[in-house]
T-cell receptor, first 116, second 110 residues
Framework: DTAVSQTPKYLVTQMGNDKSIKCEQNLGHDTMYWYKQDSKKFLKIMFSYNNKELIINETVPNRFSPKSPDKAHLNLHINSLELGDSAVYFC???????????????FGPGTRLTVL | GEDVEQSLFLSVREGDSSVINCTYTDSSSTYLYWYKQEPGAGLQLLTYIFSNMDMKQDQRLTVLLNKKDKHLSLRIADTQTGDSAIYFCAESANDYKLSFGAGTTVTVRA
């Protein structure tokens, strides 16, 4: 069973459209994340939710809106897509605690978004 | 990212050892990680080390941490063609954020 899953795997769309990417984790983790990987493979965090509450919001345009309906899901909605939004978006989850593998993040397979 | 730096490319002969180096700036880093990304795939956690450790060994992987110099390395013994991938160093300071390096592309040649 896939621990962190994302849909769709590929998304091709026109500039100006609105699209969503879904993420689900079955690890029972409290914290979920969205990362963006650009064409140079550089990975940067966008958002993090802990128990459905937003805890990290990096300088991301407000066209990007994460939504966490429950602890196991963190979806990413993007309005008015721009060419520069083309990237691979990774979802991740972790279970903060004490000791051991605290903060270890497990990543989904990624969604490759192409904006034409 | 600017807080974590890695060399971009490494070419190694099959059977040799690979050493990937990483430096970081945040002295409050608690955990340091190595992730592997194969072409077209997601990130796979390879190993991690807690900041109060100097070394961790896991089968063919050896992680060395020099906290004074803020230097982390990953050694892969007996490198195989399946080890060809991008390797990311990442650090976490218990603030829920992972800061990644730019990734080192490892190419294994026969």
């Amino acid at each position: 069973d896939t621990a962190v899953s994302q849909t769709p795997k590929y998304l091709v769309t026109q500039m100006g459209n609105d699209k969503s990417i879904k993420c689900e984790q079955n690890l029972g983790h409290d914290t979920m994340y969205w990362y963006k990987q650009d064409s140079k493979k550089f990975l940067k965090i966008m958002f993090s939710y802990n128990n459905k509450e937003l805890i990290i919001n990096e300088t991301v345009p407000n066209r990007f809106s994460p939504k966490s309906p429950d602890k196991a899901h963190l979806n990413l909605h993007i309005n008015s897509l721009e060419l520069g939004d083309s990237a691979v978006y990774f979802c991740a989850s972790s279970q903060p605690g004490t000791g051991g593998s605290t903060d270890t993040q497990y990543f989904g397979p990624g969604t490759r978004l192409t904006v034409l | 990212g600017e807080d974590v730096e890695q060399s971009l490319f490494l070419s190694v002969r099959e059977g040799d050892s690979s050493v990937i180096n990483c430096t970081y700036t945040d002295s409050s880093s608690t955990y340091l990680y190595w992730y592997k990304q194969e072409p077209g795939a997601g990130l796979q956690l390879l190993t991690y080390i807690f900041s109060n450790m100097d070394m961790k060994q896991d089968q063919r992987l050896t992680v060395l941490l020099n906290k004074k110099d803020k230097h982390l390395s990953l050694r892969i013994a007996d490198t195989q063609t399946g080890d060809s991938a991008i390797y990311f160093c990442a650090e976490s300071a218990n603030d829920y954020k992972l800061s990644f390096g730019a990734g080192t592309t490892v190419t294994v040649r026969a």
